[in-house]
């Protein structure tokens, strides 16, 4: 019979779960947490900075111009959402499916989540040109008629969608850590850390009649979740489906996108896994190797799926028999852009193949290194689609390229600064593991002990 | 604000006494207990005697009424109150109003859901009295409010002795 692996390894206690996991924001911060955390942080202040000159100058700073009206920021903007549907596919729909590895790594990837909408949020909203007046893209009672938005444009659609995801995650998000905010609010030893704790606990006490609607509500809003997360990336999908451009106009591209999605989410959530690991060595137990692998099995079956859209787009540029389809494709691979169509072949198709040996499934350093080329192909990927499509449309006399400064690199390299700000604040003031969901799956793999 | 009551806590120290323990105490015939515990646990609903959750009921009818809010919204501003002809499109166009009818059915279930959940548990309270700190950590108890139907404080004294509590305190919950 086939064994199951232990997920919480080390024969814990229900009271050493509770201190290993708030033992980070328990204990004063380390050395390398405050270097990481200043270094990001003047990363972020970089970022604000760029931000206010792109805005008080103008749009023309970035690169965008006639024919390349889309540029960094909604590159940067699919990128950053893409990152976060993995942190619902392992909170939400691996919680339907019943999967128990994800106990440990759903809270964090579920944060990643948060951040990674919320840095991917603002892209759009600056993009406008005129952040003052993004108010009207909801559809809001005025005075011009009242002249309402335009429910017919996939950007539209965009606004509601990623709005909604926003909301839905972060209270999903925030219900799951209710529980947990009240463990700390127990164990505060000082007063200001009763009262934060406790404001943030809303006075739970663990009843079994809270603990019973608890349940139901946390399986209501993955059921929700699941059908959400695949909307969204569907939705950002659309804004270049539903365009007549050829390169865009493609009904592959919401189950692409999708695949993509996921697939650059557990780029970063092995990246970020790697660096809590070692950041905080106690949660080795918890985030066992074991979970990164299952991790790394989903980047290569995804990594797999994305090589097959790439494949599968070529195959129908050409059996459509479009000319201008075929040309877009070509131009894609051999064209002035083909040298970021093969990065993005290599790191999304090619160095994931790598995971199908087990010792380098199993490698963190190697696991890393992979991530890392994941985040870079995926970023690729989304310029490659953005880019080489509009550089090249129908008319040569329409042709250009996309004039790339320095402001482009400032607001994409200041994103992360942005991120990982607020992930490295999480993993200071917020439980970075759920505590009441581990606890009831600690003796799943035991001997003698079953799960169910 | 909810009231608090008087009445006897049981603490105990594992998971199967809890459940032991609170099957024993809805066998006895009392029906306002409480079982406190750090994580929920399995079988816990059977054994305390509770009904499931109400709150998918909620989850649906607001699912339904994100619904119609999203089909009236769109049907109202693009094709009643200020029609604009937008690429020869009809003025009520329903397939492009589709995931804006979907995203507010979701949004209105979620947050509606969770509204329904701080209202079932009495969320949220400021400062509510906790029998133990450990509670929400390694331990699980029972508590027995006073107004509870044969509350009898030496007998329940008695009877949590007999499940094996390892502390017994008269508090407020």
Redesign the interface.
């Known amino acids: 019979m086939m064994k199951r692996k232990q997920l919480v390894l080390g024969n814990k206690?229900?009271?050493d779960v509770?201190e290993d996991i708030v033992a980070p924001l328990e204990r004063f911060p380390s050395k390398q947490w405050v270097g990481m955390f200043l270094s990001a942080k003047a990363l972020f202040l970089f970022y604000l900075v760029t931000i206010a000159i792109v805005i008080s100058t103008g749009m023309g700073l970035l690169g965008v111009n006639h024919p390349i009206g889309w540029g960094t920021m909604i590159i940067t903007f699919v990128f950053w959402i893409g990152i976060g549907h993995a942190g619902t596919l392992i909170s939400a729909i691996l919680f339907l499916f019943r999967q128990k590895w994800r106990t440990s790594v759903a809270r964090t990837a579920e944060a990643m989540t948060v951040f990674a909408v919320m840095t991917a949020g603002l892209f759009p909203l600056m993009h406008t040109g005129r952040p003052w007046l993004d108010y009207w893209l909801f559809?809001y009672p005025n005075q011009r008629?009242?002249?309402?938005?335009?429910?017919?444009s996939?950007l539209?659609?965009d606004v509601?969608?990623v709005s909604?995801y926003a909301?839905?995650s972060l209270?999903?998000w925030y219900?799951g850590l209710?529980?947990d905010f009240?463990?700390i609010?127990?164990?505060a030893k000082n007063k200001i850390r009763h009262l934060v704790y406790?404001a943030l606990s809303?006075?739970?006490?663990?009843?079994?009649?809270?603990?019973?609607?608890?349940?139901?509500?946390y399986l209501?809003?993955a059921g929700?979740?699941t059908?959400?997360v695949l909307?969204v990336h569907t939705?950002v999908s659309?804004d270049f489906a539903v365009s007549n451009l050829p390169g865009w106009h493609t009904t592959i591209f919401p189950p692409y996108f999708v695949a993509g999605a996921i697939f650059s989410g557990f780029g970063m959530v092995i990246t970020l896994m790697t660096l809590v690991r070692i950041g905080f060595p106690e949660f080795k137990n918890y985030i066992t190797i074991d979970h990164m692998e299952v991790m790394n099995k989903i980047i290569m079956a995804t990594g797999l799926m994305v090589g097959y859209a790439y494949a599968s787009e070529f195959f129908i540029a050409w059996y459509s028999g479009n000319i201008y389809e075929r040309f877009v494709f070509v131009n894609r691979a051999f064209g002035d852009y083909g040298w970021s169509y093969w990065i993005m072949v290599t790191c999304n198709v090619l160095i994931p193949q790598i995971f199908w040996i087990k010792s380098m499934r199993r490698s963190i350093p190697v696991m890393f290194v992979v991530s890392i080329f994941v985040n870079i192909g995926m970023w690729f990927e989304r310029f490659v689609i953005t880019v080489t499509s509009l550089h090249h449309d129908f008319l040569p006399s329409n042709w250009g390229s996309y004039a790339w400064s320095f402001y482009d690199t400032a607001i994409l390299v200041g994103s992360f600064g942005m991120f990982l700000t607020l992930f490295l604040l999480y993993l200071r003031l917020f439980p970075a593991i759920s505590?009441?969901?581990i606890?009831?799956v600690m003796n799943v793999g035991k001997e003698g002990k079953g799960g169910? | 604000m909810a009231k608090y009551k008087q009445g006897l806590a049981a603490i105990f120290l594992t998971e199967e006494q809890i459940l032991e323990a609170?099957r024993k105490t809805r066998e006895r015939g009392f029906t306002k207990f409480?079982?406190?515990?750090?994580?929920?646990?399995?079988g816990?609903?059977e054994a305390?005697g509770?009904k499931?959750?109400w709150?998918?009921y909620v989850?649906f009818v607001m699912g339904l009424v994100g619904l119609s809010a999203g089909l009236g919204?769109?049907w109202w501003?693009?094709a009643v109150?200020?029609p604009?002809n937008?690429?020869g499109?009809p003025l009520f166009?329903l397939p492009?109003?589709i995931?804006?009818m979907?995203?507010?059915t979701?949004?209105f279930?979620?947050?509606s859901?969770?509204a329904?959940?701080?209202y079932?548990?009495g969320?949220?309270?400021?400062?509510?009295p906790?029998i133990d700190?450990?509670?929400?950590?390694?331990k699980f108890a029972i508590f027995i409010p006073e107004d509870d139907t044969g509350y009898e404080e030496s007998k329940v004294q008695e009877f949590f002795k007999s499940l094996g509590a390892s502390e017994i305190k008269k508090t407020e919950?």
């Open positions: 206690t229900l009271k509770t559809p008629g009242p002249l309402w938005v335009n429910f017919r996939p539209l659609w509601f969608a909604t909301t839905v209270v999903f219900v209710v529980p009240a463990t609010r127990d164990r406790g809303l006075g739970w006490r663990g009843t079994a009649k809270s603990w019973s609607h608890f349940e139901m509500v209501l809003l929700l979740s059908p959400l909307s939705i659309f505590i009441a969901e606890k009831p169910h | 609170a409480e079982a406190i515990s750090p994580y929920p646990i399995h816990m609903e305390a509770i499931r959750s709150i998918p989850t919204l769109t501003t693009s109150n200020w604009i937008v690429g499109k166009s492009a109003f995931p804006i979907f995203e507010l979701i949004l279930a979620a947050l859901s969770v329904a959940m701080f079932a548990c969320l949220p309270k400021v400062n509510p906790i700190k450990d509670l929400t950590c390694h919950f």
